[in-house]
């Protein structure tokens, strides 16, 4: 850091937490407590009575507030960027404010004595603030482009500790499929995202999320835990996105950020199994994506000081190129795109801001025959297919300051979120024969599943907040409310929505879901033939108030206390209710102390309960019409002699499975009355240490627990055997099992209370004990050890990273099962019946029981910099799903009646029982990026920089298929074989001009 003295520079009590506090840029953990989500501020200590003023002399904003009786002063509400500040009209400093972060400027210390004028030259972080309880990492756009990094929000959010790259199977049909981050264990449909202020999280699943063009973002604020009472809806991380602004000051520019497709890039890869030790060898095949991202922008005045606009464009061209075993397919991708905003400053007093931003994207792909596996020559082409996602936003918002202690703000926004898809082969099903491996695919088909071709969001929004400066107490309330408008569902391809997949049953096998034993002694070639669709219009209401209470106890502890109260409606078609969860309370309580009195070692804790609303998929299964059957049939070996090519099917083995039965149900008998929503506990104790004038470090420790977990159950056995034995008739006790085995949604693990018509035509209550249930209860159990450090930015270099040490052990991992790439948030596969919990309790999918990040840049001369950006870390844990062995006594598994076992999703492999976890973890990962910048001092507002990332070209392991048996004894052809790897090495460049 560099500073410039009036008088005598002392680095006494105080002068180093002012010197450290003037200019905020980003920290690891940081950020106040009561603080906005779309604004930061700034506080600190003068004598009573003394006028402090903060301007902003890029858009003419000033207040001048006068300091109370305790000599505290406090400004809130101040959108980022850089301000000037200063005591009784005298020399003024300057002050950087960051999104949800106050910046702490003191002018006397806690005795009264006046402080020396401290001025700091360049952007400086303030690495420990002493008014904060949270974990925050706020990245700005200044360091977001020293460094190398995916431009993306995902990318951004890995950075913090305790973040992990979710499956990449997730959200698969959604803008984000791949590119989805788990907070702190848990899943990646559990985290919350906000652009300016407004939700804009996808509540189908989770798994999507608007996102703003990325050189729009100006800051980028994650929370990965400890958030106060103003945010909810999320069990993982809150990432909290804002966008630029205009000024006084024109700007015009725009750049082009060109990713070749040869230029250092490698190769993909597949993999091939070795057929005497089964091994799977990664060998290269051709590959091709290329693309160009172009963005104009303008900035400036329309009347100085009081009305300013921001306005960018942006246009991508993508091509990627797969080449696959029988097939390759070219998607193209147009996305045009665009984010405006306007503020404009009626007086000091009140501040209206509008923003509009589109982040569609259409992407057309068309498929070919291959002449051979994985080469590049190209057969006849099959019809073409186009997929739309993203939408578009408006957000308004007011902000008002009334008198030196009282801000208000509302806003309101609405959001509209597409993911439909136009199939040309709509009509073509899918068949695909797995009976070795590299699978071969049959047919006109191009895709498995659509989405229903109408399906549409939008979601409707307002809050209103409110921050009180009261002597000691800073105290923040509010309110928020959204409305959720969909229609979705999704279908099976082929003209019957029925897919055909050849596997082989093994002499002895057993296909269990249709009740069938191979007894000919010899393997049977089979065609299973499963048939899916489901949909409707529903709507979403969630509903939250809280309070909370900054408490400045003494000059160096801080109190904080917060309590919010949410309610989650799921309405179906009809406008009943599904779902209806009222008052739902959510405590959080903080500290954080100010050990020495000069803000160099903070020792800080909080603890809160933290809820996540009902997703929408779960009306979509349970609220919709659902049609789900699966049929077993003798493959004779021979294929239709058409554009199909079905193949053709002998005698039907067993009996027609029925998952679903197409009706639509009474909301009253498919979900318990007394349930209630996912919720976790927090604990987070740690301590930040400033190390020297420019370096700091701390250590955390977190604690996670899944409290509550909203599952459906299917079992028709245990209810039916529990009716039995309690009093109830057959019929009666058949009419209980079948209305729970058509899938109830229950709190796992405990009773189940049921309305069912039991002959007399009106609904009676029934509540099943939890332990006739034959499931156990729900555990997620998350904790790590955080060790983190930062050098501040002088001009010169800056570096920040991260040891993360953690577990995250139990038996589901919430809203999505990433060990069989399922995203049905709110009703997966784990609880159906209770032979899929045998064995399941163990490591789960997002345990990294090390990770290391690393990243920072380094400024050579004026004129070139370097940045760099490494993260390594272990592998998942390992697991085998197959079919469930039938015991002596006739029963399955862990003494399980026979019941539909849902082959490839049970623990049991070559008829053992495979605890989860057991298997050990896959590969330690690693990914090192670098860049090198270039900005001409010949042609100022020119900068010219190249990315590589992965330079080292690391092709670890990431996932692999584990679903190995879908017919007892008959392991698949692709058991364990590798379905995502470490992204290849590859370049980019840009070339930027801003004037």
Not at 717 to 733: C, F, K, L, M, T
């Amino acid at each position: 850091m560099t500073v410039q003295r009036t008088g005598r520079l002392r680095l006494a009590k105080g002068i180093k937490r002012t010197a450290l506090s003037l200019a905020l840029g980003a920290c690891f953990i940081g950020g106040v407590q009561a603080q906005s989500n779309t604004a930061g501020a700034v506080f600190g200590r003068a004598e009573a009575g003394d006028t402090v003023t903060i301007s902003n002399p890029a858009n003419g904003f000033s207040r001048t507030i006068t300091v109370g009786s305790d000599g505290t002063y406090r400004v809130a509400q101040l959108p980022n960027g850089k301000y000037q500040i200063s005591r009784n009209g005298a020399e003024t400093r300057e002050v950087n404010i960051s999104v949800g972060t106050s910046a702490s400027v003191n002018f006397v210390d806690s005795d009264a004595k006046t402080l020396e004028a401290v001025t700091v030259i360049g952007t400086v972080v303030n690495p420990i603030d002493v008014s904060s309880v949270e974990s925050t990492v706020v990245l700005t756009e200044e360091q977001i482009d020293r460094m190398p990094i995916s431009r993306d929000t995902t990318s951004l959010a890995l950075l913090a500790p305790g973040t992990t790259l979710g499956d990449s199977r997730l959200g698969s049909n959604q803008k984000q499929g791949g590119k989805l981050a788990s907070f702190g264990g848990s899943s990646v449909a559990e985290n919350v995202y906000y652009i300016n202020g407004f939700n804009v999280t996808n509540l189908i699943n989770g798994v999507a999320f608007n996102e703003l063009p990325f050189e729009a973002i100006s800051e980028t604020q994650i929370k990965n835990g400890g958030y106060g009472a103003e945010f909810g809806r999320s069990l993982g991380g809150v990432v909290n996105v804002i966008g630029k602004r205009g000024n006084n000051e024109w700007h015009f520019g725009g750049n082009a950020i060109y990713t070749p497709n040869d230029i250092l890039r490698s190769s993909e890869v597949r993999y091939v199994k070795d057929p005497n030790t089964g091994a799977w060898t990664q060998v290269d095949r051709p590959s091709y994506d290329q693309t160009l991202k172009y963005n104009a922008y303008a900035s400036g005045p329309i009347i100085k000081d009081k009305l300013f606009f921001y306005v960018l464009g942006q246009g991508t061209d993508n091509t990627e190129k797969v080449y696959g075993n029988t097939r390759q397919t070219q998607d193209d991708s147009d996305a045009p795109q665009y984010y405006a905003k306007v503020d404009w400053r009626i007086t000091d007093n009140h501040l209206l801001e509008v923003t509009a931003f589109s982040d569609k994207e259409t992407v057309n792909t068309r498929t070919w025959e291959s002449l051979e596996a994985y080469g590049r020559g190209r057969g006849d082409q099959l019809l073409p297919d186009e997929y739309e996602y993203g939408g578009d936003n408006y957000i308004g918002k007011w902000t008002g300051y009334f008198g030196d202690n009282l801000t208000l703000s509302a806003l309101y926004g609405i959001g509209k979120y597409n993911h439909t898809s136009q199939l040309g082969a709509f009509d073509c099903p899918f068949v695909r024969d797995y009976r070795n491996s590299p699978s071969t695919d049959y047919g006109c088909w191009t895709a498995s599943s659509g989405d229903d071709p109408r399906s549409n969001e939008e979601r409707k929004a307002y809050r209103f907040d409110a921050e009180w400066v009261v002597g000691d107490h800073t105290l923040r309330f509010g309110l928020d409310n959204e409305e959720y408008d969909f229609l979705g569902g999704t279908v099976y391809t082929g003209y019957d929505g029925t897919t055909r997949q050849i596997r082989t049953l093994a002499a002895g096998g057993q296909l269990l879901n249709a009740g069938y034993v191979n007894n000919t002694g010899a393997p049977i070639d089979y065609v299973q033939m499963r048939h899916f669709e489901n949909g409707g219009q529903f709507t979403l209401k969630n509903s939250a108030y809280y309070l909370e209470d900054s408490w400045q106890m003494t000059d160096n502890f801080v109190a904080y206390l917060g309590i919010r109260n949410e309610s989650f409606e799921n309405l179906n078609a009809a406008g009943n209710s599904f779902i209806k969860v009222d008052n739902t309370w959510a405590p959080r309580l903080g500290f954080s102390w100010d050990v020495n009195g000069d803000s160099t070692f903070k020792f800080f804790g909080n603890l809160g309960r933290y809820y996540i609303p009902v997703m929408g998929n779960t009306n979509i299964r349970l609220a919709g019409q659902e049609l789900d059957y699966t049929d077993y049939y003798v493959f004779d070996g021979t294929f239709s002699n058409d554009q199909y090519e079905e193949p053709g099917r002998g005698a039907q083995l067993g009996s027609r499975f029925y998952a679903s039965n197409g009706d639509t149900p009474d909301p009253r008998t498919v979900v318990d009355p007394n349930i209630e929503p996912m919720y976790q506990d927090e604990l987070i104790l740690g301590f930040q240490y400033q190390l020297s004038e420019m370096w700091v470090g701390g250590l955390r420790g977190v604690y996670r627990k899944l409290n509550t977990v909203m599952d459906d159950y299917c079992s028709y056995e245990q209810p039916y055997q529990w009716a039995v034995g309690n009093g109830y008739s057959a019929d009666e006790a058949d009419i209980i099992g079948t209305a729970v085995a058509h899938c109830f949604l229950m709190n796992v693990g405990e009773d189940l209370t049921m309305n069912a018509d039991l002959g007399s035509g009106e609904l009676t209550s029934i509540t099943i004990p939890a332990d006739a249930l034959g499931i156990p209860e729900a555990k997620r159990n998350y904790s790590a050890l955080e060790v983190f450090f930062e050098r501040v930015w002088d001009g010169k270099y800056w570096v920040q990273g991260s040891y993360t040490y953690s577990r995250s052990i139990g038996n589901t991992e919430g809203y999505v099962k990433s060990d069989i790439g399922q995203d049905d948030a709110g009703i997966s596969a784990g609880f159906d019946y209770p032979v899929l919990t045998d064995g399941g309790y163990g490591y789960l999918p997002n345990d990294r029981r090390h990770a290391f990040k690393l990243f920072g840049a380094y400024q050579i001369t004026d004129q070139w910099s370097v940045g760099g950006n490494f993260i390594v870390q272990a592998g998942r844990p390992l697991n085998c799903f197959g079919a469930v062995p039938q015991n002596d006594d006739g029963t399955y598994g862990d003494g399980h009646w026979l019941e539909p076992g849902y082959d490839g999703y049970a623990s049991y492999c070559n008829g053992e029982l495979v605890p989860r976890g057991s298997l050990g973890n896959l590969e330690w990962n690693s990914t090192l990026s670098l860049n090198l910048t270039y900005t001409p001092s010949w042609a100022e507002g020119l900068r010219l920089t190249a990315n590589v990332f992965n330079v080292l070209n690391d092709r670890s392991v990431l996932s692999v298929n584990e679903q190995c048996e879908f017919g007892l004894g008959s392991t698949e052809a692709n058991c364990f074989q590798p379905n995502a790897t470490n992204n290849a090495r590859r370049a980019s460049f840009t070339i930027e001009y801003d004037f």
